[in-house]
């Protein structure tokens, strides 16, 4: 099958919304399908203009292939007689983030009317798609929400060699990989620590989006003196370190404000055999890890996060065998290319 698949990218930035893309070519291709990717620029530093975004509906895409995938917002609004919607999130500022700081219009009536247009456009290109997925069952809730449609989750793998993820020993250190920006709560992993009473420690590893939150971070482990417990690895982690950090943890933090998925690095545990630490209100992590079984679930509080640091270090075995379960958790949810493509294509039930 010829396959276009139409997403957009922040220029520079190669992250999970370009990773995906990247991926499902590439399975694809792996299957024997011919697949052209497409990208619009979408920098998500600058709101969205209305008329760009209506401008989207004018390209010329009717005819070019077979079918056509879209998966960042807005390029689900192109117009194909094929299309297959793989949407991931919304403008989240102006719908799930609506009643939080990262709402980035007013909440008067100008505000209110430009989330109405937008939830229009949004309307006609999800109607409009032969099929329509989510990567979760938590956009899938809000699509419902928002626009009134039914879609179907379609949990994301991993791509590239996944064979160099590995189980390592239990170490005695926690670890958070992730873009380190308040919306994945670093800091309040690193708050955390100072109620800990095992020897637990902490590792955090990213590349920064904002200079003053990682000054935040760096003077909260100084002013406590967690300097020992403690370790900051800001900036662009190597590939092979951070298999190799993964491979020596304890577990996995992953600490999303309401994330539209269970996060690639929830993945990248499951792989290495390790147990992943969330929060109640980390979103879509909630449908990976059960609490107790895949790993802990914490209330968005400091201290108690630090009990399940320490229930993690202090009972080893358990922990391990957590970890055992999150490396089974993605063949009970069908989180395999095989499935995913199938469905993407329209080639099986």
């Known amino acids: 099958m010829r396959v276009v698949i139409a997403s957009t990218t922040v220029p520079h930035i190669n992250g999970g919304g370009r990773l995906i893309v990247e991926w499902t070519a590439a399975a694809m291709r792996e299957h024997g399908h011919e697949v052209e990717e497409f990208y619009l620029p979408f920098p998500t530093s600058v709101r969205p203009d209305l008329s760009a975004v209506v401008g989207l509906r004018a390209m010329p895409f009717a005819g070019a292939g077979d079918r056509l995938v879209a998966i960042r917002w807005p390029a689900h609004l192109i117009r194909h007689e094929n ?61 419902r929400q928002y626009n009134g449609l039914e879609a179907e989750p379609l949990f994301p793998p991993l791509g590239g060699d996944t064979s160099r993820f590995h189980q390592g020993p239990v170490g005695d250190y926690v670890f958070y990989p992730s873009r380190v920006t308040p919306i994945k709560r670093q800091l309040i992993a690193v708050e955390a620590m100072r109620y800990t ?87 879509g992590a909630l449908e990976f890890v059960r609490d107790g079984v895949e790993g802990l679930v914490a209330e968005p509080d400091p201290r108690r996060l630090a009990e399940a640091f320490d229930r993690l270090y202090e009972d080893r075995e358990e922990t391990g065998r957590m970890g055992e379960r999150s490396h089974a958790r993605r063949a009970e949810l069908n989180i395999a290319w095989p499935h995913v493509i199938d469905r993407l294509l329209g080639l099986g039930a």
């Open 83 to 143: 299309k297959a919607t793989w949407f991931i999130h919304h403008y989240r500022q102006l719908f799930d983030l609506w009643d939080t700081p990262y709402r980035d219009v007013p909440a008067n009536a100008e505000g209110i009317a430009y989330r109405e247009a937008l939830r229009r456009i949004d309307n006609l290109g999800l109607a409009e798609s032969q099929s329509l997925f989510t990567n979760s069952l938590i956009v899938r809730d809000r699509v």
């Open 197 to 283: 009473t095992s020897g637990v420690r902490l590792v955090i590893a990213g590349k920064p989006e904002v200079a003053p939150y990682e000054h935040q971070l760096r003077a909260y482990v100084r002013e406590h003196g967690l300097e020992d417990r403690v370790e900051l690895r800001m900036g662009w982690l190597d590939e092979e370190d951070k298999i190799s950090l993964l491979a020596g943890c304890l577990a996995l933090a992953y600490l999303p404000v309401d994330e539209d998925s269970y996060g690639y690095p929830s993945l990248e545990a499951s792989h290495s055999a390790k147990p992943i630490v969330t929060l109640t209100d980390a979103g």
